[in-house]
């Protein structure tokens, strides 16, 4: 397998481990935030889903198929991972082709993630309301969530370094 492909799968198995990383840290967050701030969130989403379900369905929407509610769960924890899996392969490639990227072990990557694609993309898209109809939990949720993720990356990422040949 050529180096390009070797590290992409490393960042994609990466990514997928880093979500699952990720989305522990977010639930125990979630689980102890104040419930006024839980109750602002959910009138901020749109059609009371998070965004990766949201986009799932202007997926379907947009091919035309309608799903059952199993259905709609599995397609947007695909989109979910998706999200994680795509980012963190294109991070393994870059990390060596981008002077600093990897210097702060994945936590400027988190960062750079949860700016472009929380605050930024997924308004632009339509999959989330603008940033100042959430709480600041939320923010902060998405944050740490995102920095876990970013350092989980980098760390899978530089353990496959030394067993992927």
Same mark, same amino acid.
């Given at each position: 397998?050529?180096?390009?492909?070797?590290?992409?799968?490393?960042?994609?198995?990466?990514?997928?481990?880093?979500? +699952?990383?990720?989305?522990?840290?977010?639930?125990?967050?979630?689980?102890?935030?104040?419930?006024?701030?839980?109750?602002?969130?959910?009138?901020?989403q749109?059609?009371?889903?998070?965004?990766?379900?949201?986009?799932?369905?202007?997926?379907?929407?947009?091919?035309?198929?309608?799903?059952?509610?199993?259905?709609?769960?599995?397609?947007?924890?695909?989109?979910?991972?998706?999200?994680?899996?795509?980012?963190?392969?294109?991070?393994?490639?870059?990390?060596?082709?981008?002077k600093?990227?990897?210097?702060?072990?994945?936590?400027?990557?988190?960062?750079?993630?949860?700016?472009?694609?929380?605050?930024?993309?997924?308004?632009?898209?339509?999959?989330?309301?603008?940033?100042?109809?959430?709480? +600041?939990?939320?923010?902060?949720?998405?944050?740490?969530g995102?920095?876990?993720?970013?350092?989980?990356?980098?760390?899978?990422?530089?353990?496959?370094?030394?067993?992927?040949?």
């Open positions: 397998m050529a180096s390009v492909q070797k590290e992409l799968m490393k960042g994609a198995v990466a990514g997928a481990v880093a979500v +699952w990383l990720m989305d522990r840290m977010t639930r125990y967050m979630y689980r102890h935030e104040d419930r006024d701030a839980y109750k602002q969130e959910k009138e901020a749109i059609d009371d889903k998070y965004v990766a379900f949201v986009a799932a369905d202007k997926i379907a929407n947009t091919v035309g198929v309608k799903m059952n509610d199993q259905q709609e769960y599995i397609a947007g924890k695909t989109v979910h991972y998706l999200l994680g899996i795509v980012p963190g392969a294109l991070y393994a490639l870059m990390r060596h082709r981008v600093g990227l990897n210097k702060a072990h994945g936590l400027l990557y988190g960062l750079g993630l949860f700016i472009v694609m929380d605050e930024l993309m997924a308004p632009a898209a339509g999959l989330a309301s603008g940033p100042l109809a959430y709480p +600041w939990q939320a923010h902060a949720r998405g944050l740490v995102h920095l876990r993720l970013g350092l989980s990356t980098d760390t899978v990422v530089r353990a496959l370094d030394k067993v992927v040949d």
